[in-house]
């Protein structure tokens, strides 16, 4: 295969993506978790001073989005080192949907 071959079919397996919206798009998805994530810290430390409550429901929608992102990244790469943090998070979401659901039933 020559370096013309080669590029053609790059070219024709790219065709209708462009990679620097691609990228662009994953920074700010990045970016935008990133917020979230310092938005929640925030509010859980203001509402355990203020309230003496945290919303548990918050937590779960963060730890939720950590978990679809290393379920996603694990479904694509397929990398076992990449099964770890996905159990983690997981197991996080989980318990903060429990602790929230308990919240919401006057448990807690």
């Known amino acids: 295969m020559n370096k013309d ?3 053609l079919k790059a070219q024709e397996e790219n065709k209708g993506k462009d990679l620097a919206d691609k990228s662009a798009r994953n920074d700010g998805s990045w970016i935008a978790y990133s ?3 310092i938005l929640i810290i925030l509010v859980d430390t203001i509402n355990g001073f203020v309230l003496h ?3 548990r429901g918050a ?3 963060l730890f939720s989005m950590a978990f679809v992102i290393f379920l996603v990244k694990y479904i694509k790469l397929r990398k076992k080192h990449e099964l770890i943090p996905l159990i983690i998070w997981g197991v996080l979401s989980i318990s903060m949907l429990v602790l929230w659901i308990l919240q919401l039933c006057g448990v807690l």
């Open 5 to 7: 071959e080669i590029l």
């Open 53 to 55: 409550n945290v919303n």
């Open 35 to 37: 917020v979230g994530v």
């Open 59 to 61: 937590d779960f929608a």
